[in-house]
């Protein structure tokens, strides 16, 4: 009896799931002024993710006036079992929940949504989609990165929640994009070093209980070695404990993460064209007969003292001194972890505080710290990690 009364239970609940239609099958809307994804979803009593798969919705402004989408069968793909991998978009993402854990998962949401002052509008919406047959998570990320290269990923999901992830070893830094008519979007810059072993590596992103990961390729980069031999009298400007003293303060700088990006623009070159670069980016060091074990961080000009340095993006001056090894220094915050650097300068006219726009000047290209002639050096930290920053002048992150 007590048996029956369960499963009479289960089955009114079962029933009280099912939306109201009156027709079989699919049913196709013609896309009115004023419509969102969010609105014919609602309509229909379909879940977001569902109505954005069934008609390809890989980006929301692809609903347009006059576009006709098919409305699917929301109880049928209740009933169906939970696909431990989908192709989603010409991706494959592989979600590693159930229906009940996605149901979990999205009640979770909502709760943690309330207590942290959410807009409302978030609420329905992840009511509404507590019974989907698995999570909406879309990850975009590229396929392969050349070593010493940025990449970005992306997430969208109908959950609040900011994720979390490592690459290599490494923990992301998301920041939030805000809403979009597909669920809230977050990214990640992806920095790879020129020491950065080349292979398949999983990039993990988690929100809340729900895993999804990717593989990327990293690709070898073409860099040289250089075979440094130090002459004794330098020897004294590597002392180790100066050396690290320094390196460790840097760093503790570069993994800080002071907001969103302040750039909109490929970053400018920070000094005049028509110079010649006397060391690229990820040239290879074997010190006096040694292993590899370092790179150049970044990238050399050969320009005379004297030569005003720019900024290359906007961004707030973090630090403006002269340093032991580096000599002459400003570092510029640019937001979302990522830093300009500029050593070796004969003067500095910014100074910790600062604003800069792109243009602004910081100072002048000379010969200070180790260095053996005038010359800018010009490095950009990403979370940390020091990458190409000529890929940042031709192309907008994230
Ligand atoms: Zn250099």
Redesign the pocket.
């Given at each position: 009896m007590r048996r029956f009364l369960l499963l009479s239970l289960l089955l009114a609940l079962a029933l009280r799931a099912a939306p109201a239609r009156a027709q079989e099958g699919p049913v196709e809307y013609t896309v009115q002024p004023g419509d969102t994804l969010l609105l014919i979803a609602q309509r229909f009593d379909v879940p977001i993710s569902l109505l954005a798969q069934a008609n390809d919705l890989t980006d929301p402004n692809l609903i347009q006036v006059g576009r006709t989408l098919v409305i699917p069968d929301a109880a049928q793909a209740r009933n169906a079992t939970a696909p431990v991998s989908t192709v989603w978009g010409g991706e494959r993402l592989r979600l590693l929940m159930d229906v009940s854990q996605a149901a979990r998962a999205h009640l979770e949401a909502f709760g943690l949504g309330a207590a942290s002052g959410l807009p409302g509008r978030a609420m329905p919406l992840l009511m509404r989609d507590a019974h989907l047959p698995q999570p909406f998570i879309r990850l975009d990320a590229p396929d392969a990165i050349v070593q010493g290269e940025t990449g970005v990923v992306w997430i969208t999901s109908l959950a609040p929640f900011t994720p979390t992830g490592a690459f290599q070893g490494r923990k992301l830094v998301f920041i939030g994009d805000g809403p979009s008519l597909l669920g809230y979007r977050f990214f990640a810059l992806l920095p790879t070093g020129a020491l950065d072993k080349p292979g398949l590596k999983k990039l993990m992103v988690h929100i809340g209980p729900a895993t999804t990961e990717k593989n990327i390729e990293i690709e070898a980069g073409v860099y040289e070695t250089q075979h440094i031999v130090l002459p004794p009298g330098k020897g004294g400007l590597l002392e180790p404990d100066k050396l690290k003293a320094e390196r460790e303060r840097l760093y503790a700088l570069w993994r800080q993460v002071s907001g969103p990006p302040r750039w909109a623009r490929p970053f400018r070159f920070p000094i005049a064209e028509g110079f010649p670069r006397t060391?690229p980016y990820g040239t290879r060091r074997s010190y006096n007969g040694g292993p590899v074990s370092s790179f150049?961080a970044?990238s050399?000009w050969g320009a005379p003292e004297g030569t005003p340095i720019l900024a290359p993006a906007p961004g707030v001056i973090v630090l403006a001194e002269p340093l032991f090894v580096r000599g002459g220094a400003v570092i510029i915050d640019h937001g979302a972890g990522v830093y300009s650097n500029f050593?070796h300068m004969s003067q500095i006219d910014v100074k910790p505080g600062d604003e800069v726009r792109t243009g602004d000047q910081l100072g002048l290209v000379g010969t200070t710290g180790l260095s053996t002639g005038a010359h800018l050096?010009w490095e950009i930290r990403v979370n940390a990690v020091a990458v190409d920053p000529m890929q940042w002048t031709e192309e907008t992150f994230p």
């Open positions: 060391s150049h970044g050399d050593w050096h």
